[in-house]
Each structure stands twice: as C-alpha cells, then as structure tokens.
C-alpha cells in the first residue's frame, strides 16, 4: 500500500525546512526526506562556521590595528588553532539545533534515505511507495572534488571537512578563489597559517569587476600569496605533503583545501522516469517564477537548481515552490534584488546587476575609494573600492560592486534603494550622517552623477510639494 501525502518535501536543507514551513502553514499533510546529516548546510559546514573562524581571524589580524592605535602588549596574543576550531564546533552545534528540531517535529513524517521517482507522482523510498500530489526537491549541492584529488585522501580538504579537523598544519594550498576559498583563505591566513591562494579567473569572491576585484586581491596579499589565472595540479609528496603544480613551478604544502565551487545534488532522484528537459549544467528546466518543473507537479529549490546558491535565496525558493504547490491559485511573485555579501575585510559584494551582466554601452560608473575615506581611515579599515552602476537613459540604479569596510551594510542600503527603483539623485536625497563609511557611497554617486552629465539645479534636498513663496514673487 502507498503512502498517500499533498507535498513530499526532499532534501531538509535550508529550502526544504523554509518549503516546510511554508506549507505547514496551508496542510499538517507533509513528508520531509533526507539523506545525509541534519541541520542545514549553511549552519553545518556553510555560512556559520565559516562566519565563526572570521570572526577568531579579524579578531587576531586586529592587533595591528590595536598597536597603531595605542594599545601595548598585542606582540603578547597568539593563537590556539584547536581552541578557534572548538569554538567554532561549540557554535555549529547552537546553530544546527534548531532545524535538527524542527525536522523531527515531523515525527514519522520525517522519512531518511534517498527517493527517486517512479513517475510524477510517485517516490519509492527504501521499499515504500509515497504518492504525492506535489514534491518539492531541495537536495541543495556539495564541493567539487575531481577524482584524482580524492585519492589524496586526508591531505586535501572540502568546506565539508575543516571545521572537524582538531589542529591544522601550517603551510596549506587554497584551490579556487571563489567565496568559499577567499573567505577560508583569509581567515586561515589572518590566524598565522601560510597560505597560497590559486584561481583560475582572473577575479575572486564571486567579483565580475575587474577594479573592484584587484582591489581585493590587494588587501588579500596583505594577509596570503595570491596567483589568479592558474590551474592547479596536485600530487603527493613525502611526509604526508603535497605538491602544488602550475606551470613550471612546484610548491610544496602540508594540505590543500579545495574550494572549486559546488556541485547541485540531482543525481539518483529518478528525473530521467519523468518527461523533464535538462540545461547544459544537468539541471532540469524549470520555470524561473513557480520554480516548476514543466507541467508536472514537482518544483525544485535552493541550491540544486544552481540559480542563486546563498541562504536567502534558498530559503525564498522553498517558499516559493511550497506555495506555488499548494495554491492552485497563486498570486505572482518577483525576486528581491541580487544580493551576495562575502565577509573577507574589506567585505566583497555584489548588489543587483553585475558588471558582468550589464550592457556597458548603457550604463555610467561612479567610484568611490576607500583608501582615503574619513571614517575608515579612523577605524584602521581604508582600503578597497566602491562602484555603483546606474543607467544612462534615465540614471536609475542598477548594481553596484565592492570591496569596501562594512560592505555588508553599504551592500544592504544599495540593494533596497535599488529594489525601490530609485535614481542616483533621489539616493542623494537620502539622509548620510557624519563620519560615516555611507559617505563613500555618497562619493560613489556623486561620481555617477557627474559621468551622467548631470549638474544639480537645487540642493541635494527632497522637493517640497509645494514652490516657496518668494519663488512665485509674493
Ligand atoms: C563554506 C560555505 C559558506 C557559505 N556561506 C554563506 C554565507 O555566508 N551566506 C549565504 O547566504 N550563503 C552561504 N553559503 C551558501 C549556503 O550555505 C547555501 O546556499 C544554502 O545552505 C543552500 O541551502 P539548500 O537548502 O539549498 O541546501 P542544503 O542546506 O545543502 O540542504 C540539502 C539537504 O538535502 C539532503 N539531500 C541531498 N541529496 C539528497 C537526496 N538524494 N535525497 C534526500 N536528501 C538529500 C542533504 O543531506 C541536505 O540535508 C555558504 C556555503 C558554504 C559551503
Ligand atoms: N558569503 C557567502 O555568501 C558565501 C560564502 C561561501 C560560499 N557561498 C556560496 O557557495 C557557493 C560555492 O562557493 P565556492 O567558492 O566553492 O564556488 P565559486 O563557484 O564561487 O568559486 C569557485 C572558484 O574556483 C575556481 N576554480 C575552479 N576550478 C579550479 C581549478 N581546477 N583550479 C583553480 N581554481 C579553480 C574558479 O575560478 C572559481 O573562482 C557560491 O556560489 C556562493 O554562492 C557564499
């Protein structure tokens, strides 16, 4: 006999619990499947631990800062790598609790293994048969790891394993320079270790402007050797090392920790018994509003469907997904602004459109630079760059790009103006307090406005509804 259910949810990630959730608020008729660990992850081996390590790292990297600044006996700090480790397992295990609980809420709803369709409708799950009237996958994805670099076995590392090792030796390779490895890299670094950075682009952290990405580079050669550009090959060496190959030259490393990016996790879930078009990466095709699948009535969230891999997004496409399953009705919905915030220092972002993704024909660069800036230069933190792209028609907003201190907050402040539609005088109209790192970014317009070729006629002050009476003569 079938299990008969309204949604199975696959996969009790990030997407999958927000897909629950969401659902829970429409049915109690709900199946959780997973295989593998619990507990998310972005708390288990993703944003929170990596978050954690920074957190030791900045701290550490800021005595320097300390001494400038007046404070004796920094030279007196060292660090304790199994303590920070410890630490950082001691506040994964806080933060995986939660979606540990809430999945075994479910109680016998909450199933473990791998399901693969039969047809649309049907899972076979270790023998049992769940028929569905809807599924939500949210299998999310995992580290790349080419073959040959396995056969390293423990010499070379994933974002899956670090964080459990106890110690770590000193002289460590990071493959690929996306967020995962500037982010680690740094941290690894910023903690005493030396490390070598490699990437086969030309930029890092996720950056797609060359100015703002060698402004990064920069800061990053302050703390560890940075080589972009470059394909790596490893082989063993003696005692348990490893040699790194580029071109003609070999370096010699204790462990390599791969961060080449990540793989969706869609194999083995039976897609090809159903009538699904796949893209060129092997993700099924799926409808970029609904997140559906064709006609049938399976939608597909978070990082496996490999359109937008951060924790906000997955969590908006299991919401999405959940309700669009369950509301034969359903009202539109848009995406927020593209938002991606990586959290070396100075902080990567990327906010709306990307270079990349721009049409350079049409748009205006404004450009502040931190190097000078009033604030950071207080804060020991004046490095990096801020460029914010707006459109040459009608001086809209449209992305902007940094490597800048406290991006994280300058990257929020953008991407709500941009997501309200605003132009780079209304932006201007805005309140910035004094000294503040937001006075950058008002550099940064005040920049775009000049390329628009815009003069001011009044202040940088909102309109009154209303002219003054002195202007109509009275
Ligand atoms: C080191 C690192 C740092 C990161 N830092 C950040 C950050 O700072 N900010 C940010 O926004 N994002 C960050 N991310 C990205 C973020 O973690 C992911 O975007 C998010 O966790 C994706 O959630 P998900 O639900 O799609 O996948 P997951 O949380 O991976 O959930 C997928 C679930 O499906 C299960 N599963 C897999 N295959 C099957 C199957 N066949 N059957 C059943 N179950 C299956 C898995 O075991 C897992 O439980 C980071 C990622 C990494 C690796
Ligand atoms: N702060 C954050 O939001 C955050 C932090 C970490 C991860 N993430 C998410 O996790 C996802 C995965 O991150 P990631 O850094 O693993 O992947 P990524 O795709 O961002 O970067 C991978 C990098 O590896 C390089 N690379 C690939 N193969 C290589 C090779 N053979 N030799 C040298 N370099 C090679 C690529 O050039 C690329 O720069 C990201 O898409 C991101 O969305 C987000």
Request: charged residues 25%.
């Amino acid at each position: 006999m079938a299990r008969r259910v309204r949604l199975a949810i696959i996969g009790a990630g990030t997407a999958g619990l927000t897909a629950l959730k969401e659902a829970q608020r429409i049915t109690p008729d709900v199946v959780l499947i997973n295989d593998g660990p619990y507990g998310t992850t972005c708390a288990r081996v993703g944003c929170m631990p990596s978050k954690a390590l920074l957190a030791s790292a900045h701290a550490f990297h800021d005595r320097a800062f300390l001494a400038e600044a007046g404070v004796r006996g920094t030279e007196a700090l060292s660090v304790d790598m199994s303590a920070v480790l410890e630490r950082v397992r001691s506040l994964r295990d806080r933060f995986i609790a939660g979606p540990i609980r809430l999945a075994e809420s479910l109680g016998e709803r909450n199933l473990r293994g791998r399901p693969r369709f039969l047809d649309p409708h049907t899972l076979e799950l270790g023998g049992e048969r769940i028929e569905a009237e809807a599924t939500v996958i949210a299998t999310g994805s995992r580290p790349v790891l080419p073959e040959p670099w396995r056969q390293l076995g423990k010499r070379v590392l994933t974002s899956d394993d670090i964080f459990e090792q106890e110690d770590l030796l000193p002289r460590v390779a990071v493959v690929g320079l996306g967020a995962v490895g500037a982010e680690l890299g740094q941290a690894l670094a910023q903690l005493g270790l030396h490390v070598s950075g490699f990437t086969l682009t030309e930029t890092v952290a996720g950056l797609t402007d060359p100015q703002v990405s060698q402004a990064l580079i920069r800061c990053l050669r302050a703390d560890m050797q940075v080589f972009t550009g470059t394909e790596v090959h490893l082989e063993p060496a003696d005692y348990n090392a490893v040699h790194v190959r580029t071109g003609d030259r070999t370096m010699e490393v204790d462990w390599v920790l791969a961060s080449l990016g990540r793989r969706p996790n869609i194999e083995g879930l039976g897609l090809e018994n159903l009538d699904v078009e796949f893209d060129g990466q092997g993700i099924p095709v799926f409808d970029s509003t609904t997140r559906r699948l064709g006609k049938h009535p399976i939608y597909i969230a978070g990082d496996v469907n490999g359109e937008r891999p951060v924790l906000h997004e997955a969590a908006d496409d299991g919401r999405i997904a959940a309700y669009f399953a369950l509301h034969p009705d359903a009202q539109c919905l848009t995406r927020r602004t593209a938002l991606g915030i990586v959290f070396t220092t100075p902080n990567a972002a990327r906010v709306g459109q990307s270079y990349a993704e721009l049409d350079h024909e049409h748009i205006v660069v404004g450009e502040a630079d931190f190097s000078r800036q009033g604030r950071a230069l207080m804060a020991g933190r004046n490095a990096g760059c801020l460029r914010v792209y707006a459109a040459t028609a009608d001086a809209r907003l449209l992305g902007a790009e940094m490597a800048a201190p406290e991006g994280e907050h300058l990257a929020h402040l953008l991407a709500w103006v941009i997501q309200q539609g605003l132009t780079v005088d209304e932006v201007l109209q805005l309140p910035f307090y004094h000294p503040v790192v937001e006075e950058g970014l008002r550099s940064a317009l005040q920049a775009a406005r000049r390329e628009l070729g815009q003069h001011r006629r009044t202040p940088d002050l909102p309109l009154c509804e209303e002219p003054v009476d002195w202007a109509l003569g009275k």
